[in-house]
């Protein structure tokens, strides 16, 4: 498979660091892996067999990411933004993936949002769309207002295929730092978590040193600082060893070098740190995702003093629980000075980590297997739409096209996704049933539909769509009450439809929820209907006179989140069912569609219209001849 990474890290580099390890882990798996990066190069990265593409690189000061920063000292501005986006999608179309994954987008990133949407835009416009995946870390910083939790679920459930959570769920839900509603539980893929390769053997004693390390980026230099000051006040004879890293400014690290002595090592972060974790006495670091990692692996006992500027709470979180596994000694940023940070490296050289948790890390192979999970099922969506032009090829060859029609419930008022559904229909061309509960219809939905064509019909949907089955029972309205009543109600619902819709009405009834108590089926002719319309096969063309006009394709998984229902499962059944001898009925349900809805819808409808191997037929044509065989009485 093709698969394209794109992240940018704005502060320290543990964004671009997951990626990188995802990204060889593919490669390693033999898959061709772009990294698309748009912050600044981190050159003790391994980054070997991946083609790495370098955005114009950004960065945030103080934890500001709302403002971005180019290496020029200049503010982000719409001409930097304009070449990121041409240069992510020049990339996307170069390397035509079958796999996009987006780090952190749609759950941060909002000041890149723009290049995201763009993506995201070309990921769907492209005909073989391939899948769209979100990569965030175990724990995400908490949702400052509520909308943002509201725009991220609605994004992942209307765009993305999946989210792939680098985290265990038994250690650290998503849900402990991040409201999970229902649309976007049914997305996520916990992987576990992301560590590069085994936990280092340690083959000598843990010496009485201390290692000191804050990430990639600049957010590290006040503990930095601290613990510059903080060995010197050490009484044992142990060697503090800090790793600054390479985002740090030349000067900011100089000044830092220049106050080494005997104990104290300055330098350059460098790709054997975790064996000099391995062996260390004590760890001080902040709590960002790839650290937190490092020392569980290395069982290293560690001071954890969270990045919490700009309100971040992400880095708190991790070491709030790292701590109460016992694993760490928690040191707020508000307490450090050289005097607290030394007492706290005094504590944590008297943990015992014999009944810390273990912390599983093979995140990089369990999200190298959802990857392709993914990319799997993408073939077999692809390979269901090939299955359906095959099926429609041999239906025109054999001179039987397949006979289709179209029926879309609850219509009632004139609204923005009534106005879209009616626009397909134009489009295409296509004749459409409107089902519409007769006491939830409107005069301005009479007006609304007065402007389209003669073949666009109403027909009746119930009778106010309410729910007569008791709890327990599947939703009903055309049972649960006195047979008389319905049935007075259902005479009473078609007279009112003709009053308000005139001759564009047809008597067929499509009963709320596909359901009608069979007990009042022998009685609709008499009250004035021709036609019934439920879901799935009929039994035969005929029913107590009436017209039976099923349907049989509805993409929505009503009790699975209400999104779409899973694309090859749909097509595949469509398939089957063309071989019915009835017409098909493909049932849409506009107020309820979301973006991928319709998106599939439209993809279906406009395959369909324009295919040899099916013809459409509206209402009068499906009502035309006279049922020659009836159900069998029930």
């Given at each position: 498979?093709?698969?394209?990474?794109?992240?940018?890290?704005?502060?320290?580099?543990?964004?671009?660091?997951?990626?990188?390890?995802?990204?060889?882990?593919?490669?390693?798996?033999?898959?061709?892996?772009?990294?698309?990066?748009?912050?600044?190069?981190?050159?003790?990265?391994?980054?070997?067999?991946?083609?790495?593409?370098?955005?114009?690189?950004?960065?945030?000061?103080?934890?500001?990411?709302?403002?971005?920063?180019?290496?020029?000292?200049?503010?982000?501005?719409?001409?930097?933004?304009?070449?990121?986006?041409?240069?992510?999608?020049?990339t996307f179309h170069r390397t035509r993936p079958?796999?996009?994954?987006?780090?952190?987008?749609?759950?941060?990133?909002?000041?890149?949002?723009?290049?995201?949407?763009?993506?995201?835009?070309?990921?769907?416009?492209?005909?073989?769309?391939?899948?769209?995946?979100?990569?965030?870390?175990?724990?995400?910083?908490?949702?400052?207002?509520?909308?943002?939790?509201?725009?991220?679920?609605?994004?992942?459930?209307?765009?993305?295929?999946?989210?792939?959570?680098?985290?265990?769920?038994?250690?650290?839900?998503?849900?402990?730092?991040?409201?999970?509603?229902?649309?976007?539980?049914?997305?996520?893929?916990?992987?576990?978590?992301?560590?590069?390769?085994?936990?280092?053997?340690?083959?000598?004693?843990?010496?009485?040193?201390?290692?000191?390390?804050?990430?990639?980026?600049?957010?590290?230099?006040?503990?930095?600082?601290?613990?510059?000051?903080?060995?010197?006040?050490?009484?044992?004879?142990?060697?503090?060893?800090?790793?600054?890293?390479?985002?740090?400014?030349?000067?900011?690290?100089?000044?830092?070098?220049?106050?080494?002595?005997?104990?104290?090592?300055?330098?350059?972060?460098?790709?054997?740190?975790?064996?000099?974790?391995?062996?260390?006495?004590?760890?001080?670091?902040?709590?960002?995702?790839?650290?937190?990692?490092?020392?569980?692996?290395?069982?290293?006992?560690?001071?954890?003093?969270?990045?919490?500027?700009?309100?971040?709470?992400?880095?708190?979180?991790?070491?709030?629980?790292?701590?109460?596994?016992?694993?760490?000694?928690?040191?707020?940023?508000?307490?450090?000075?050289?005097?607290?940070?030394?007492?706290?490296?005094?504590?944590?050289?008297?943990?015992?980590?014999?009944?810390?948790?273990?912390?599983?890390?093979?995140?990089?192979?369990?999200?190298?297997?959802?990857?392709?999970?993914?990319?799997?099922?993408?073939?077999?969506?692809?390979?269901?739409?090939?299955?359906?032009?095959?099926?429609?090829?041999?239906?025109?060859?054999?001179?039987?096209?397949?006979?289709?029609?179209?029926?879309?419930?609850?219509?009632a008022e004139p609204c923005d996704a009534l106005?879209?559904?009616?626009?397909?229909?134009?489009?295409?061309?296509?004749?459409?049933?409107?089902?519409?509960?007769?006491?939830?219809?409107?005069?301005?939905?009479?007006?609304?539909?007065?402007?389209?064509?003669?073949?666009?019909?109403?027909?009746?949907?119930?009778?106010?769509?309410?729910?007569?089955?008791?709890?327990?029972?599947?939703?009903?309205?055309?049972?649960?009450?006195?047979?008389?009543?319905?049935?007075?109600?259902?005479?009473?619902?078609?007279?009112?439809?003709?009053?308000?819709?005139?001759?564009?009405?047809?008597?067929?009834?499509?009963?709320?929820?596909?359901?009608?108590?069979?007990?009042?089926?022998?009685?609709?002719?008499?009250?004035?209907?021709?036609?019934?319309?439920?879901?799935?096969?009929?039994?035969?063309?005929?029913?107590?006179?009436?017209?039976?006009?099923?349907?049989?394709?509805?993409?929505?998984?009503?009790?699975?989140?209400?999104?779409?229902?899973?694309?090859?499962?749909?097509?595949?059944?469509?398939?089957?069912?063309?071989?019915?001898?009835?017409?098909?009925?493909?049932?849409?349900?506009?107020?309820?569609?979301?973006?991928?809805?319709?998106?599939?819808?439209?993809?279906?409808?406009?395959?369909?219209?324009?295919?040899?191997?099916?013809?459409?037929?509206?209402?009068?044509?499906?009502?035309?001849?006279?049922?020659?065989?009836?159900?069998?009485?029930?």
């Open positions: 498979m093709r698969i394209l990474i794109v992240v940018t890290h704005l502060l320290g580099i543990g964004h671009l660091a997951r990626a990188t390890l995802l990204g060889r882990g593919l490669a390693d798996a033999g898959h061709d892996v772009c990294l698309a990066a748009g912050g600044r190069p981190v050159p003790h990265l391994d980054m070997q067999g991946l083609d790495v593409v370098q955005l114009l690189p950004v960065h945030c000061r103080n934890a500001d990411f709302r403002m971005l920063w180019t290496d020029d000292g200049a503010v982000l501005d719409e001409t930097g933004m304009a070449a990121r986006r041409e240069a992510l999608l020049d079958d796999v996009v994954v987006t780090e952190t987008y749609p759950f941060g990133r909002r000041s890149l949002r723009g290049e995201f949407e763009a993506l995201v835009e070309a990921v769907w416009a492209r005909p073989d769309r391939p899948v769209l995946l979100a990569s965030v870390r175990d724990i995400l910083n908490p949702p400052s207002r509520p909308e943002k939790v509201d725009q991220a679920e609605t994004i992942v459930a209307e765009r993305y295929d999946g989210v792939l959570v680098h985290g265990d769920p038994a250690a650290v839900p998503l849900e402990a730092s991040w409201p999970v509603g229902d649309r976007l539980r049914a997305r996520l893929i916990y992987t576990g978590y992301v560590a590069e390769g085994a936990p280092v053997e340690r083959t000598q004693p843990r010496t009485r040193d201390v290692v000191v390390s804050g990430g990639g980026g600049v957010a590290g230099l006040p503990l930095f600082e601290v613990a510059v000051a903080a060995s010197r006040l050490d009484a044992r004879d142990a060697i503090w060893r800090v790793l600054v890293g390479h985002g740090v400014p030349d000067a900011a690290f100089e000044a830092l070098a220049a106050g080494a002595h005997p104990r104290l090592v300055v330098e350059r972060a460098r790709r054997d740190f975790r064996e000099f974790l391995a062996r260390s006495a004590v760890s001080i670091s902040q709590s960002g995702y790839n650290t937190a990692l490092d020392i569980a692996a290395a069982r290293t006992p560690a001071v954890l003093v969270p990045f919490e500027d700009g309100g971040e709470r992400e880095q708190s979180l991790r070491a709030t629980r790292l701590a109460a596994s016992g694993l760490a000694v928690l040191l707020p940023a508000s307490e450090l000075s050289p005097t607290t940070l030394l007492k706290a490296v005094e504590e944590a050289r008297t943990l015992s980590l014999d009944t810390a948790p273990h912390i599983v890390t093979r995140g990089v192979e369990g999200s190298v297997a959802a990857i392709e999970d993914a990319g799997t099922r993408a073939r077999r969506n692809a390979a269901a739409w090939g299955a359906l032009d095959e099926r429609l090829d041999a239906l025109a060859r054999e001179g039987r096209p397949a006979r289709l029609w179209w029926r879309d419930d609850d219509a106005d879209r559904l009616l626009e397909v229909r134009a489009r295409l061309n296509l004749p459409l049933a409107l089902a519409v509960s007769p006491r939830l219809a409107s005069d301005r939905l009479a007006t609304r539909l007065s402007r389209e064509p003669d073949h666009l019909a109403v027909i009746v949907h119930g009778i106010r769509h309410a729910n007569n089955a008791p709890p327990g029972r599947k939703s009903c309205e055309l049972g649960y009450r006195p047979a008389g009543e319905i049935l007075e109600g259902l005479r009473e619902g078609l007279g009112s439809l003709r009053a308000l819709f005139g001759p564009r009405v047809r008597p067929i009834l499509a009963p709320p929820w596909n359901r009608i108590d069979d007990e009042l089926v022998p009685h609709l002719r008499a009250s004035g209907y021709r036609g019934l319309s439920t879901f799935g096969p009929r039994k035969a063309a005929g029913r107590n006179g009436l017209a039976v006009v099923n349907t049989h394709c509805d993409p929505i998984a009503w009790r699975h989140g209400r999104g779409l229902a899973d694309e090859a499962d749909i097509l595949e059944k469509l398939v089957r069912d063309l071989d019915r001898d009835e017409p098909i009925g493909i049932l849409t349900h506009h107020l309820a569609h979301d973006r991928r809805i319709w998106h599939f819808v439209e993809r279906l409808l406009q395959r369909l219209a324009v295919h040899p191997g099916a013809v459409w037929m509206d209402t009068d044509a499906l009502m035309a001849t006279t049922p020659d065989n009836e159900e069998a009485a029930v």
